[in-house]
Nanobody, 124 residues
Framework: QVQVVESGGGLVQAGGSLRLSCAASGRTFGAYTMAWFRRAPGKEREFVSAIAWSGGNTKYAASVKGRCTISRDTAKNTVFLQMNSLKPEDTAVYYC?????????????????WGQGTQVTVSS
């Protein structure tokens, strides 16, 4: 079993950057695909990015591709989401998730363990 805790959210102006972190516990962290999702006010939760257990395979939503970079430090059981050129529409609660898929997927049902989320607010 894996437990995940997000951090790094906050208030930032449009055009700014934030780096989200996801600390995972569990002896098999390295075997899990990790992902970030987000839920904007009044909207469904949506996929943002995912990274395979090896770190060599990543996936991004079209809305963030080119602006966000996902990475992981398996030795530290941590996944990061570097977000640049932030826009007001990036405002959302960002969730970290862990799943046993072999490739990074974008569907929520591919992930078994979820964090509580961290708020990101981008002001215009």
């Amino acid at each position: 079993q894996v437990q995940v805790v997000e951090s790094g959210g906050g208030l930032v102006q449009a055009g700014g950057s934030l780096r989200l972190s996801c600390a995972a516990s569990g002896r098999t962290f390295g075997a899990y695909t990790m992902a970030w999702f987000r839920r904007a006010p009044g909207k469904e939760r949506e996929f943002v990015s995912a990274i395979a257990w090896s770190g060599g395979n990543t996936k991004y939503a079209a809305s963030v591709k080119g602006r966000c970079t996902i990475s992981r430090d398996t030795a530290k059981n941590t996944v990061f989401l570097q977000m640049n050129s932030l826009k007001p529409e990036d405002t959302a609660v960002y969730y970290c998730a862990a799943g046993r898929g072999l490739v990074p997927g974008s569907a929520e049902n591919e992930y078994d363990y979820w964090g509580q989320g961290t708020q990101v607010t981008v002001s215009s």
